[in-house]
């Protein structure tokens, strides 16, 4: 399994299957330099063939993806973004996963569905183990706006609002002292 959308904003991967969500977010067109992996059929099926890497016997939905699927994948990745900026809305049934006993008489999540489907249900299962792992909270937009990226904050005190401090930190904090220092040189002095 591929993390190419996080990978060439070089990111380094959330943990375990909340990198999927993570790389699904980072396939949006962020800053002038990476374009929107899912901005066609053709980059969403090299997309996901490189995310899920399926065994040659199951590419079939990556390989005959349509233009349905492509707007289904947009509006999944719209969904999850505003799940991860708080701004999410109750909508209902997302998923149909299956509960699973092993035979070690543990319990697992299995995505149901076929294509888009068993896709959509793959994210929401990683995004409900992450949340149940306390994980959820650690996968953040980076607070610069032409950027915006999907970042796992590894921080201490999970503190972090850029994906890199010394690119989008520095650029936000010059931006903010430019606005201060044009506001008060625009103001008169009161005496």
Not at 37 to 49: D, I, M, T
Not at 84 to 107: E, N
Request: a positive charge; aromatic letters at 6%; hydrophobic letters at 40%.
């Amino acid at each position: 399994m591929s993390h190419l959308a996080t990978e060439r904003l070089r990111l380094p991967p959330a943990p375990g299957g909340l990198a999927l969500v993570q790389d699904l977010l980072n396939t949006r067109q962020i800053g002038l330099h990476a374009f929107d992996l899912l901005g066609n059929v053709e980059g969403a099926r090299y997309w996901l063939l490189q995310a899920l890497d399926p065994p040659p016997d199951q590419d079939h939905w990556a390989r005959e993806l349509s233009d349905r699927d492509l707007v289904n994948l947009r509006a999944l990745r719209t969904d999850i973004e505003r799940l991860v900026s708080g701004s999410a809305s109750a909508a209902g049934p997302v998923a149909r996963v299956r509960l699973v006993l092993g035979s070690d008489g543990g319990l697992s999540l299995e995505p149901g569905g076929h294509g888009f489907s068993q896709f959509a249900a793959e994210i929401w299962t990683q995004v409900f183990l992450a949340q149940q792992a306390g994980t959820w909270k650690r996968l953040k937009l980076c607070h610069n706006p032409p950027c915006a990226s999907a970042f796992y904050d590894r921080s201490k005190n999970n503190s972090g609002v850029w994906h890199d401090v010394r690119m989008c930190g520095n650029a936000v904090n010059l931006r903010a002292s430019r606005a201060r220092r044009r506001e008060a040189t625009a103001q008169p002095e009161q005496s």
